[in-house]
């Protein structure tokens, strides 16, 4: 079992930046992969962004050149970087691991809000 609680959420402008942070209770190591997934009101949970435990990373297409996804092994820490916000990427942001399938993930964190608007 793990934990993962996010954090860094919040109200901002359109054009703002957030950084988000995902903390694990246990070696973020251990996962081979970890992601950050949104879910918007009446909407399904989407991928935003995964790196894999060797560093490789892939977004989605509406995020690509404006979030980044990293991760800090030493502190089990995971981070989303979003910057050049816009009102479509209000959502509920999860932080996900996965411990066999990278796109498959086994555990989640309680979600923060990021609400992109005016």
């Known amino acids: 079992q793990v934990q993962l609680v996010e954090s860094g959420g919040g109200l901002v402008q359109p054009g703002g930046s957030l950084r988000l942070s995902c903390a694990a209770s246990r070696s973020i190591f251990s996962f081979i992969a970890m992601a950050w997934y949104r879910q918007a009101p009446g909407k399904q949970r989407d991928l935003v962004a995964r790196?894999?435990?060797?560093?490789?990373?892939n977004y989605a297409d509406s995020v690509k050149g404006r979030f980044t996804i990293s991760r800090d092994n030493a502190k089990d820490l995971v981070y989303l970087q979003m910057n050049s916000l816009k009102p479509e990427d209000t959502a509920v942001y999860y932080c996900a691991a996965a411990g066999l399938l990278a796109t498959r993930p086994d555990y989640w964190g309680q979600g923060t809000q990021v609400t992109v608007s005016s």
């Open positions: 790196v894999t435990r060797g560093g490789s990373t």
